[in-house]
């Protein structure tokens, strides 16, 4: 399922131990390095956040809602500050597309509950289920100038 995050600027090093912990290791540190994003309009700058999308496996989304455990890879080395991937999960706020019987987009958190997906200054938001572009859209996010 692809996941597209928005990660608030002031977010971003607890998001990367976070990740260190829910994907591949110790270069997942990096995942929100860049501020490439803007919430707002071109107008109105807003809010840098970092935004990245990637295929996030069941365990990516299940275990971002679990209690964290180091992983066995930095058992010794102890570069993941676990209080950080802590302060990191309890912002996440993960949404769940999807397009009713109508055609319109639904959005509701992992509870059920009716939910928006527009990025946050408070918040990491985490929207599972549109492609990349699309979840900019509906994030309200600026896309990504495209390189030359």
Not at 62 to 79: C, F, H, V
Request: with cysteine.
């Amino acid at each position: 399922m692809i996941v597209t995050v928005a990660c608030p600027a002031d977010k971003r090093d607890d998001a990367g131990h976070l990740a260190m912990i829910l994907a591949a290791g110790p270069a997942d540190a990096e995942t929100y390095s860049r501020l490439n994003r803007h919430n707002g309009t071109e107008q109105e700058v807003g809010d840098l956040v970092a935004q990245v999308s990637f295929n996030a496996t069941a365990d990516w989304i299940s275990g971002s809602q679990m209690p964290l455990t180091r992983p066995d890879w930095d058992a010794e080395s102890n570069l993941i500050d676990m209080e950080a991937a802590e302060r990191a999960q309890a912002a996440l706020f993960v949404v769940i597309h999807s397009v009713d019987e109508d055609g319109n987009d639904t959005f509701v958190d992992a509870e059920g509950n009716p939910a928006s997906p527009l990025a946050d200054p408070d918040k990491i938001v985490a929207l599972l289920g549109p492609t990349s572009r699309q979840a900019q859209s509906m994030m309200g996010l600026l896309p990504r100038p495209m390189a030359a």
